[in-house]
């Protein structure tokens, strides 16, 4: 079945740091893959999302690019702030499901 | 409205108990989905529906779990003889569309915390 893996949090980075957060993937089909971001004392949000190979989503800085031959998804974003500080969720959906697959969740705590 | 709404936000009930669940999804979306998210866990699928009927149930874990979605909004997740595994975070979604994929984007609710003692 379907399966999204990502690096262990919690993630400690200084504000306007470089942050990474690994994410791969097994599917049957040909995956959508989605990045979603739980801030504190709220509901899941979409981040971004990218459709077919070699598409990049990009939202607030983030960027992903969605990468075939390696089944990845990497979160990537140039400078972190504070206001970063939340659980980031790497997901997929396949063909015409429509249940989302979801990771584990990273923790990222972003410090002055 | 605006945006999901799951009401309670909480809910502490002892075991064997039932408890029911509602998600008030985004006025016009056709699908519905119900997740439920451990701690520390990423949300689990449980239940879509497409308008009134369940079109994938394959997520609920036993037939303790029921969701119903009697006139196409309002969707109410009922759980019989609550179990304390049963204690997560429930969270539902809706989105305009219930297929396709890539463009099938789902807004979530909160969530409703559910603690069974």
């Known amino acids: 079945g379907d399966s999204v893996t990502q690096m262990e949090g919690p993630v400690t980075l200084s504000e306007e740091a470089f942050l990474t957060i690994n994410c791969t993937y097994t599917?049957?089909?040909?995956?959508?893959l989605f990045w979603y971001v739980q801030y504190p004392g709220e509901g899941l949000q979409l981040l971004l999302k990218?459709?077919?190979?070699?598409d990049k989503g990009s939202n607030k800085g983030f960027e992903a690019t969605y990468r075939k031959e390696t089944t990845s998804f990497h979160l990537e974003k140039g400078s972190v702030q504070v206001s970063d500080s939340a659980v980031y969720f790497c997901?997929?959906?396949?063909?015409?499901?429509?249940?989302?697959?979801f990771g584990t969740g990273t923790r990222l705590q972003v410090t002055l | 409205g605006a945006g999901v709404s799951q009401t309670p936000s909480n809910k502490v009930t002892e075991k064997g108990k039932y408890v029911e669940l509602r998600c008030d999804p985004i006025?016009?979306?056709?699908?519905l989905y119900w997740y439920r998210q451990s701690l520390g866990q990423g949300p689990e699928f449980l239940i879509y529906?497409?308008?009134?009927?369940?079109?994938?149930d394959s997520g609920l874990p036993n037939d303790r779990f029921f969701a119903v979605r009697p006139e196409g909004s309002v969707s109410t997740l009922k759980i019989q003889r609550t179990e304390r595994g049963d204690s997560a975070v429930y969270l539902c979604?809706?989105?305009?569309?219930?297929?396709?994929?890539?463009?099938?984007?789902?807004?979530f609710g909160a969530g409703s915390r559910l603690t069974v003692l």
């Open positions: 997901a997929l959906t396949t063909g015409t499901a429509s249940k989302l697959t």
């Open positions: 599917a049957t089909g040909y995956p959508s």
């Open positions: 979604a809706s989105s305009l569309y219930g297929t396709s994929s890539g463009a099938n984007v789902l807004t």
């Open positions: 990218a459709t077919k190979a070699d």
């Open positions: 006025s016009g979306h056709t699908a």
């Open positions: 529906f497409q308008g009134t009927g369940a079109a994938d």
